[in-house]
């Protein structure tokens, strides 16, 4: 029963360079969730996915990020012109949503992006 | 105000002996409550999770919440130094996303 799967889970990019970071969730679930988690601080939510919908990106920087899920393939979180500020590693994780409140959410092996 | 607070530590605890987490919450809504593990350079893992006032008790882990007092806990017993990580709580309002604490960090000496 794979997991939450997230490539890649080390990119490098230059200033000015565009990141692309891909998650599929787990099976059977068609909800996906991006957090960002800055070294030493804590886990921020981005953004809330269902298939071909952004339900909740209240967590989103409002320029150079944006976030898919298309009806097939992975949801991408892309990051436009990135900057040093960026590094981080970023975690997608996933869940059944049996409802709005009973929510469990598993988290992939994320990607650690490092901008040079 | 955070959010979501927890005590950062370390906590420390000699092997055996039962490790208490805290965590309180500020959104007197919140209505789902979760713990997660994060071992240093890796990604959280579900371990518990609570919905109603009370214990939740699975293996060694034992979930406590009380809305009243806008306060849930993490025990674990017969402490284990693999059990060396971050906790993390994170709290669910009913808008899907998780708000989490800047986690606890523990330490199991053996």
């Known amino acids: 029963n794979a997991g939450v799967m997230q490539n890649p889970r080390h990119l490098v990019r230059r200033r000015g360079q565009e990141a692309r970071l891909r998650c599929s969730p787990m099976k059977g679930h068609s909800h996906v969730y991006w957090y960002r988690q800055l070294p030493e601080e804590g886990l921020k939510f981005m953004v809330y996915?269902?298939?071909?919908?952004?339900?909740?990106e209240s967590g989103m920087p409002k320029e150079r990020f944006s976030a898919e899920f298309p009806k097939e393939g992975p949801s991408i979180l892309r990051i436009q012109q990135v900057v040093r500020g960026d590094s981080a590693a970023y975690f997608c994780?996933?869940?059944?949503?049996?409802?709005?409140?009973?929510?469990?959410?598993?988290f992939g092996p994320g990607t650690r992006l490092t901008v040079l | 105000q955070k959010e979501v607070e927890q005590n950062s530590g370390p906590l420390s605890v000699p092997e055996g002996a039962i490790a208490s987490l805290n965590c309180t919450y500020s959104d007197r809504g919140s209505q789902s409550f979760f713990w997660y593990r994060q071992y240093s350079g890796k990604s959280p893992e579900l371990i518990m999770f609570i919905y109603s006032n009370g214990d939740k008790e699975d293996g060694r882990f034992t979930a406590q919440l009380n809305k009243a007092s806008q306060y849930v806990s993490l025990l674990i017993r017969d402490s284990q130094p693999s059990d060396s990580a971050t906790y993390l709580c994170?709290?669910?309002?009913?808008?899907?996303?998780?708000?989490f604490g800047t986690g606890t960090r523990l330490l199991v000496s053996p």
């Open positions: 994170a709290v669910n309002s009913g808008f899907q996303k998780l708000v």
């Open positions: 994780a996933s869940s059944p949503l049996r409802d709005r409140i009973y929510n469990e959410q598993f």
């Open positions: 996915l269902q298939k071909e919908n952004i339900i909740d």
